[in-house]
């Protein structure tokens, strides 16, 4: 069975809300424009971190997007502020919005989908930037684009795990952190490690030579382009969630991404690791059977679909109701009448 991140880039498992966790050591804009390059619906693109003008030259394929500028002018500096995209094509709407106001965005962004013709696809290029604005004001607009998506449709979001949010200034310890919310809620989790960090951790336990790292916001080997580790939480609409850490290699900038196996960017790994990582990528056991075991993509997208009974809310309200038989015979003496309690 092809791994979970390659089932996914490829639309063969369904995920309305997939969100990437990045960190300074390891980006998620090339696996996030990845996923979105391969969406076959229309795309609605919101800059809040990378200027619109140098994001879409770097999306593949010929799509019709819809951009929600939220970089230009982000704390509403100029009221009348206008942006223009008139050497990009393919490009049907221009909405100029500030995180000042994530409700006004939110509006701006709920127009831009209710003029959607067709299927989309959002993608938010960080979702922390909109996080240290307002953290609840950024949960009610996830919550309310969720509400608009068709089964064809779905997010992409990116999250700096290390960036600081709103809540973090004056911490609550009855809330719960944002990071760990967005992980609740997306149907798929994909947390990016740098493949070279985790190349030298397993270099330096085999030497023995486990030292205590200096803290740095950046590394020579960080941020690699060509490479990274992805550990992956994939929730079916079914209940079930399937847990895998798979990789990825590039071979230029702007080539294809393949995903290959953890050891292949990270070398050799020490035995255990390795077979715990090839329990979760197993190979397909009903390959070499002399019956049929396997799943068509109709009847896979059906099994996924299906609600499991426990799964389900339940609908009365817990009352009892007992009809009583014409032969029941009842008492209504108590029986603890003798008894002087």
């Known amino acids: 069975m092809a791994p979970i991140l390659e089932r ?5 498992e369904i995920s309305p809300f997939i969100l990437v966790k990045d960190s300074l050591e390891q980006s998620g804009q090339i696996l996030g424009l ?3 390059s391969n969406t076959p619906a229309d795309i609605i693109l919101v800059c809040a971190e990378t200027a ?4 879409l030259p770097l999306i593949k394929g010929s799509h019709r997007k819809a ?3 939220c970089y230009s002018n982000p704390l509403g500096w100029t009221d009348a502020f206008q942006p223009e995209l008139a050497e990009f094509t393919n490009v049907t709407s221009l909405v100029s919005a500030n995180l000042k106001s994530i409700r006004k965005a939110s509006k701006a962004i709920a127009e831009t989908i209710s003029s959607q013709r067709s299927d989309f696809t959002l993608y938010f290029d960080s979702l922390s930037q909109f996080l240290i604005s307002s953290v609840p004001d950024t949960f009610n607009l996830i919550r309310s684009i969720t509400g608009l998506l068709t089964d064809t449709s779905r997010i992409i979001a990116v999250h700096h795990e290390d960036v600081p949010d709103a809540d973090s ?8 952190f944002a990071s760990n919310s967005l992980a609740h809620i997306a149907t798929t989790l994909i947390t990016l490690k740098n493949s070279e960090a985790i190349r030298q951790d397993q270099e330096d336990v085999r030497r023995g030579l486990v030292t205590a790292k200096e803290f740095a916001y950046l590394t020579v080997h960080g941020n ?3 490479s990274a580790v992805c550990e992956v939480e994939h929730k079916r609409k079914s209940g079930k969630v399937s847990r895998e850490t798979n990789a990825y290699r590039l071979g230029s900038p702007t080539g294809e991404l393949l995903v290959v196996n953890v050891w292949d960017v990270v070398g050799d790994m020490p035995d ?3 077979l715990d990582l090839q329990e979760s990528q197993t190979a397909d056991p009903a390959a070499n ?10 009847q896979r997208r059906a099994k996924n679909d299906t609600v499991l009974p426990y799964l389900k809310t339940q609908e009365s309200t817990g009352a009892i109701y007992y009809e009583p038989d014409a032969a029941d015979d009842f008492d209504d003496d108590d029986p603890d009448d003798d008894l002087t309690i």
């Not at 619109?52 to 994001?55: E, N, S, T, W």
């Not at 059977?289 to 109709?298: C, D, G, R």
């Open 8 to 12: 996914i880039l490829t639309r063969k």
């Open 34 to 36: 990845e996923l979105l």
């Open 52 to 55: 619109p003008d140098r994001l």
């Open 67 to 69: 951009v929600i500028d």
């Open 169 to 176: 200034f004056s911490p609550d310890a009855s809330k719960p």
């Open 224 to 226: 690699a382009w060509d």
């Open 272 to 274: 255990v690791e390795k």
């Open 289 to 298: 059977l002399s019956f049929n075991l396997n799943l068509t993509e109709e």
